[in-house]
């Protein structure tokens, strides 16, 4: 039913942290507590015009891309299992973060991702499938499958998003869609802001929730015990 609730498996930095103060910031919003964040101090509107896409979905890191739930399946399933998934792992060291411009949007990414990232990004990918419905065909439409490499497509028709395995690339989301000639200033505004930060480690993994069009919100964070 496409009035079902979508689910996700992000990366989400842990509440409080300096990773999860700069994103929330350049958002503009706390997916934890639904709360408004205010700007950085030198941005404003500017800012929130082109933060306003990626606003929905919260400042994360994909894992297991949106998706309604399978005939059968509820909320307690999909946490039950995203609990022994974490329980079963341990966390990931990525290493330090840098901005950079992915196509035409900007975007936080590993320096040097190591194999472990994505290795583990595909685990979470293929353990949560079975609980996952078909995309239904508008679902499909909106990933433009014909500008998709034969690979992409095939991905897109197995697992319902074509980002992932060797096509998968961790990154954490910080504007929309630029105008090709603004896409290196806004790189250079928000490296200034980010200022290098905290090397990455994938500590734990998030269940979000998104009912109709309303903002991507957590439902909850499990630490990775492996």
Same mark, same amino acid.
């Given at each position: 039913?496409?009035?079902?609730?979508?689910?996700?498996?992000?990366?989400?930095? %842990? $509440?409080?942290?300096?990773? *999860?103060?700069? &994103?929330? =910031?350049? +958002?503009?919003?706390?997916? @934890?507590?639904? /709360? #408004?964040?205010?700007?950085?101090?030198?941005?404003?509107?500017?800012?929130?015009?082109?933060?306003?896409?990626?606003?929905?979905?919260?400042?994360?890191?994909?894992?297991? %891309? $949106?998706?309604?739930?399978? *005939?059968?399946? &509820?909320? =307690?399933? +999909?946490?039950?299992?995203? @609990?022994?998934? /974490? #329980?079963?792992?341990?966390?990931?060291?990525?290493?330090?973060?840098?901005?950079?411009?992915?196509?035409?949007?900007?975007?936080?990414?590993?320096?040097?991702?190591?194999? %472990?990232?994505?290795?583990?990004? *595909?685990?979470?990918?293929?353990?949560?499938?079975?609980?996952?419905?078909?995309?239904?065909? #508008?679902?499909?439409?909106?990933?433009?499958?014909?500008?998709?490499?034969?690979?992409?497509?095939?991905?897109?028709?197995?697992?319902?998003?074509?980002?992932?395995?060797?096509?998968?690339?961790?990154?954490?989301?910080?504007?929309?869609?630029?105008?090709?000639?603004?896409?290196?200033?806004?790189?250079?505004?928000?490296?200034?802001?980010?200022?290098?930060?905290?090397?990455?480690?994938?500590?734990?993994?998030?269940?979000?929730?998104?009912?109709?069009?309303?903002?991507?919100?957590?439902?909850?964070?499990?630490?990775?015990?492996?």
């Amino acid at each position: 039913m496409t009035d079902a609730p979508r689910y996700a498996l992000y990366y989400t930095p %842990a $509440p409080g942290s300096g990773l *999860a103060r700069f &994103g929330n =910031a350049v +958002l503009g919003t706390d997916s @934890a507590t639904g /709360a #408004a964040v205010a700007p950085p101090p030198g941005f404003g509107d500017d800012l929130d015009a082109v933060a306003r896409g990626p606003r929905v979905y919260g400042f994360h890191a994909t894992l297991k %891309a $949106p998706m309604r739930l399978a *005939a059968g399946c &509820g909320e =307690a399933d +999909l946490l039950a299992e995203a @609990a022994r998934l /974490a #329980a079963g792992r341990g966390p990931v060291a990525v290493g330090p973060l840098v901005v950079a411009t992915l196509g035409r949007f900007t975007a936080l990414v590993p320096a040097a991702p190591p194999p %472990a990232l994505g290795l583990f990004a *595909a685990e979470c990918v293929a353990f949560l499938d079975p609980l996952r419905a078909p995309p239904t065909p #508008a679902e499909i439409a909106r990933r433009r499958p014909e500008t998709l490499s034969p690979r992409a497509r095939a991905l897109l028709d197995r697992w319902g998003y074509p980002h992932v395995f060797e096509e998968f690339r961790f990154h954490m989301t910080l504007t929309a869609a630029l105008p090709e000639a603004e896409c290196a200033p806004w790189r250079e505004r928000l490296a200034r802001l980010h200022g290098g930060g905290e090397d990455l480690t994938v500590e734990a993994v998030t269940v979000l929730r998104q009912d109709g069009s309303a903002p991507f919100r957590v439902v909850q964070r499990f630490p990775l015990a492996g």
